[in-house]
């Protein structure tokens, strides 16, 4: 019985959490479609909130520097913290359109999907794909998360990480790791060792180890530092993209990612 009433109470935590989120959200959005500042009975009106609930969520997002308050009139602007986001999202969104017509190109010559994809904590996050033409075919959505350890595009920026930024990701060596496939990798050890030959290689695979059936080949793109931001890669089903045919591709998406890489520094997009 205590263990249900603390469940229940649990579940409704979250739902005040998440109600809060979202109340937050309008209010940034409020704020965002107004050049003027705005005050908190104002917010208050418009967003149909408490005036005690506005003041909380403003005091929060105050803290954060997502908002900030003129000291004369008390009024509400968006904080330099939210510029900051915008300017990943401009950046992100530049960087997808530089990087298309090198997947266009790449699409023609395999006739497979192409991604481009970012690295977030210990998963790769598709920004942008070209679908392959061909009946049977690997789908891939845009904003699909996939766990990196065990993806050719994953392993490739990984493999350029510093090594406090990996330990930071994934601790110590004995750590296991989730196995869709019996062919993942499936311990820190082991990926260090996989990732140290992509490092050398320049390139990494992944032969049917996040799904039975699909294999991919993938490349990292690497700032002036050589630490890798983002990462391109070619997936297919092993039937047809086999290892003679990601043998065969391989020096292609090395040079594609290098082509890549050197305009994204020479526009200062690193």
């Given at each position: 019985m205590e263990r249900v009433l603390r469940n229940m109470e649990n579940k409704k935590i979250e739902k005040e959490e998440i109600k809060s989120i979202r109340k937050s959200l309008d209010?940034?959005?409020?704020?965002?479609?107004?050049?003027?500042?705005?005050?908190?009975?104002?917010?208050?009106?418009?967003?149909?909130?408490?005036?005690?609930t506005v003041y909380r969520i403003?005091?929060?997002?105050?803290?954060?520097?997502?908002?900030?308050?003129?000291?004369?009139?008390?009024?509400?602007?968006?904080?330099?913290?939210?510029?900051?986001l915008g300017s990943k999202v401009q950046?992100?969104?530049?960087?997808?359109?530089?990087?298309?017509?090198?997947?266009?190109?790449?699409?023609?010559?395999?006739?497979?999907?192409?991604?481009?994809?970012?690295?977030?904590?210990?998963?790769?996050?598709?920004?942008?794909?070209?679908?392959?033409?061909?009946?049977?075919?690997?789908?891939?959505?845009?904003?699909a998360r996939l766990p990196a350890h065990c993806t050719a595009v994953g392993?490739?920026?990984?493999?350029?990480?510093?090594?406090?930024?990996?330990?930071?990701?994934?601790?110590?060596?004995?750590?296991?790791?989730h196995t869709p496939t019996p062919n993942s990798i499936s311990s820190v050890m082991e990926l260090k060792k996989c990732l140290k030959k992509i490092k050398k290689d320049g390139y990494a695979t992944d032969k049917e180890e996040f799904k039975t059936g699909i294999n991919c080949l993938g490349v990292p793109i690497l700032n002036n530092e050589g630490k890798?931001?983002?990462?391109?890669?070619?997936?297919?089903?092993?039937?047809?993209?086999?290892?003679?045919e990601i043998k065969k591709l391989k020096n292609t998406l090395i040079n594609i990612s290098r082509d890549v890489s050197h305009q994204l520094n020479m526009e200062n997009m690193l």
């Open positions: 209010l940034l959005e409020l704020l965002s479609d107004n050049i003027k500042e705005i005050g908190i009975t104002e917010i208050s009106k418009e967003l149909h909130m408490g005036i005690s403003l005091t929060t997002l105050k803290r954060r520097c997502y908002v900030i308050q003129n000291q004369h009139t008390l009024k509400y602007t968006l904080g330099i913290q939210s510029f900051i950046s992100a969104t530049n960087l997808v359109n530089l990087v298309t017509p090198f997947l266009q190109k790449l699409s023609k010559k395999t006739n497979e999907s192409i991604n481009f994809s970012i690295l977030e904590d210990r998963e790769v996050v598709c920004l942008s794909k070209i679908e392959s033409p061909e009946v049977l075919k690997t789908d891939i959505k845009i904003g392993k490739g920026l990984l493999a350029f990480l510093s090594e406090q930024k990996f330990t930071m990701l994934y601790g110590k060596d004995n750590i296991k790791l890798s931001i983002a990462g391109i890669s070619v997936t297919g089903p092993s039937s047809r993209f086999n290892l003679s």
